[in-house]
């Protein structure tokens, strides 16, 4: 009977300590860290730049679908517009990230349509090829495609960032006769 009552207790703590230690796990609640949520998962910390962020998100979709043929769905994506919701969602100093297929979380300095259409071609990646495969997956192909299709436009990254870019870009010329989805199946 104790042991079953540790059982319990340990699998009630374990997802509260998930949210208290491991900061980007908030972004599947968002709700309750401070930021409202609308009809189409699209959270915000700042209510008054919800038009702004609809349109980002929007332009950065259209982007990605005429340019790659990248149809992204409804991801639940976090805008943060103010630094308690970076830090609450840990963005630390990174423009955003995507925990998998499950959400994506965008940070004040992330406000750019390339940073936004990054991660959403990392949660397409991660829709089409599990979440795993964002963690397993060739760095080189996972963060190349991004920078690369994101239409980024820094000349130059910083390492090893830009050596990925350069070679998905290569490895894209090679393939650029077979659909994305299909060429990069053998690969992931």
Same mark, same amino acid.
Do not use: I, M, V, Y
């Given at each position: 009977m104790k042991f079953t009552g540790w059982a319990v207790a340990i699998l009630l703590l374990l997802p509260i300590s998930a949210l208290a230690v491991f900061k980007p796990v908030r972004v599947l609640i968002p709700e309750a860290f401070g930021v409202r949520c609308n009809e189409q998962n699209l959270c915000i910390d700042d209510v008054s730049q919800l038009t702004a962020a609809e349109s980002l998100l929007s332009n950065s979709k259209t982007y990605l679908a005429a340019q790659w043929g990248l149809s992204i769905g409804e991801p639940k994506i976090v805008f943060c517009r103010t630094e308690?919701?970076? !830090?609450?969602? %840990?963005? !630390?100093?990174q423009a955003g990230f995507t925990l998998g297929s499950f959400a994506i979380a965008i940070a004040p300095r992330g406000w750019q349509q390339h940073y936004v259409a990054h991660e959403l071609i990392h949660h397409w990646q991660a829709d089409h090829f599990g979440s795993l495969?964002?963690?397993? %997956?060739?760095p080189w192909l996972i963060e190349g495609m991004a920078y690369a299709l994101s239409n980024d436009p820094r000349i130059e990254l910083h390492q090893p960032f830009e050596s990925y870019r350069q070679r998905f870009n290569d490895w894209y010329k090679r393939n650029a006769d077979i659909p994305l989805k299909e060429s990069l199946g053998g690969v992931l």
């Open positions: 308690p919701c970076r !830090s609450a969602f %840990g963005l !630390s100093n495969a964002l963690l397993t %997956g060739e």
